[in-house]
């Protein structure tokens, strides 16, 4: 195998990890999530068929989600996901180890950043290349980036909302929320504990928000059926829920989104503020697949807002593009080598 593959982009996402191998593309999309031993801490499973046991395990087993809010909540787990993975798309060999690019929310801690290097080189890389997310979803997302002029991109994963204008190649003003898809999970959680009274879990109101979620009430009300337990009772229950409850359930975290967004632009330089007013903001990340979510934050902004192509793969597309160039890579993130 020639060396040309051992160069490996990871989008190290809270919800999903994406592979990109360098000559073959993306290879790898799968949850972040890992099943352990609790008594022996050997890893069962990691990906697809960890996530199927998300509250499913018996008490010796637990399954993880490793990453919280963009960032590494358990070193350990992070470390046996990305081993497993990287195995899984390139051999092992002791004599060429990858060459890694790793994307990081923006704004995240010097600890927090050095615990990705960390994961990185114990998973088995030779160098790490960290890029913001918000960088890759831009170069993902086909924007020009390397023109006078401002662009706003706006990255809603599973863990954070990354909000950026860039120019000439770079981030003008960038902010980042600890809040997205995973949030508004939970919120539909809540919604229908308020409401019904019951409990559902996180994996149905996954499921729910992506069948008929909408930021925009609309006019043909969809329905979708979950499974629940009556907390009064304790017995299943089955819950039909609509658009109008999805909506009401994860208005509030859109809305803080949208308020940080607002204030991005309220700190960008008039010039480039011009520029966005034409071209408008871009939206990538797996939560802009939401309903009516480019129509609602237009309509609260007064801004055109488009959905990129293929908002879920735009931050691994663009990880894969720097790959391509050194060039482009150095000039987009802080090298650190081992």
Wanted: proline share 3%; charged share 25%; glycine share 8%.
């Amino acid at each position: 195998m020639g060396i040309m593959s051992r160069d490996i982009g990871v989008d190290l996402g809270t919800s999903n990890v994406r592979i990109f191998v360098k000559g073959r593309g993306i290879v790898l999309n799968e949850p972040s999530v890992v099943a352990i031993n609790k008594i022996t801490g050997e890893v069962l499973a990691v990906g697809h068929s960890a996530k199927e046991m998300l509250g499913r395990t018996p008490d010796s087993i637990v399954a993880v989600r490793p990453l919280k809010d963009g960032v590494i909540a358990d070193f350990d787990s992070t470390r046996m996901m990305l081993e497993t993975f990287i195995s899984k798309v390139i051999p092992k060999s002791l004599f060429l180890k990858p060459r890694l690019v790793i994307s990081i929310p923006y704004g995240i801690t010097d600890v927090e950043e050095r615990a990705v290097e960390g994961v990185a080189y114990k998973a088995g890389a030779k160098e790490v290349y960290l890029i913001e997310e918000v960088m890759a979803a831009s170069f993902g997302s086909r924007i020009k980036v390397e023109q006078a002029e401002g662009s706003m991109i706006v990255d809603i994963g599973g863990g954070t909302s990354e909000m950026a204008v860039l120019s000439l190649g770079g981030i003008v003003v960038s902010s980042s929320l600890r809040l997205a898809g995973e949030k508004f999970d939970k919120d539909i959680v809540e919604y229908v504990r308020n409401k019904f009274n019951c409990i559902i879990a996180e994996t149905d109101a996954e499921e729910v928000k992506k069948q008929i979620g909408s930021a925009y009430a609309t006019m043909t009300e969809e329905k979708f059926t979950v499974k629940g337990r009556n907390l009064n009772t304790g017995l299943p229950e089955d819950i039909t829920l609509t658009t109008k409850d999805i909506q009401m359930a994860i208005m509030e975290s859109i809305e803080k989104i949208v308020k940080t967004i607002k204030l991005t632009l309220e700190q960008t330089p008039p010039e480039l503020s011009a520029d966005i007013m034409d071209h408008g903001i871009i939206i990538t990340g797996g939560s802009a697949l939401i309903k009516n979510l480019d129509r609602y934050i237009s309509g609260e902004l007064g801004l055109p807002v488009h959905i990129a192509e293929n908002p879920l793969d735009c931050v691994i597309k663009g990880i894969g593009a720097t790959l391509d160039s050194i060039q482009v890579l150095k000039k987009a993130i802080k090298t650190k080598k081992k």
